[in-house]
């Protein structure tokens, strides 16, 4: 009914910069807060930003000043640019809607998910 794909994860060196995208389609009747979250090997799911209906942003300290996230509203999508990264944010980078189907029905979705790896 709802989907995020994810795309743009790929290999980039210490230093680079790499931008990921996460488009929700389906029965969609209104996108409130969507977010990243991150996994490395080993360590447990975390959230890296977010970012309300109205543009409102918040971030992860590891990840202030080097990432931003934004959205298109018109396009359900979201999107994280991620500059000078580090080999610390090598992950699986899962895409989170927060979605309504409905005017009182509410979930919340994931994206199967896109390897970011930064080489040292």
């Known amino acids: 009914q709802v989907q995020l794909v994810e795309s743009g994860g790929g290999l980039v060196q210490a230093g680079g910069s790499l931008r990921v995208s996460c488009a929700a389609s389906?029965?969609?009747?209104?996108?409130?807060?969507m977010a990243w979250y991150r996994q490395a090997p080993g360590k447990q799911r975390e959230l890296v930003a977010i970012?309300?209906?109205?543009?409102?942003?918040n971030y992860a300290d590891p990840v202030k000043g080097r990432f931003t996230i934004s959205r298109d509203n018109a396009k359900n999508t979201v999107y994280l640019q991620m500059n000078s990264l580090k080999p610390e944010d090598t992950a699986v980078y899962y895409c989170?809607?927060?979605?309504?189907?409905?005017?009182?029905?509410?979930?919340?979705?994931w994206g199967q998910g896109t390897q970011v790896t930064v080489s040292s």
């Open positions: 389906g029965s969609i009747f209104s996108v409130r807060a």
């Open positions: 989170n809607g927060h979605i309504y189907t409905s005017v009182i029905r509410y979930q919340v979705y």
């Open positions: 970012i309300t209906s109205d543009g409102t942003t």
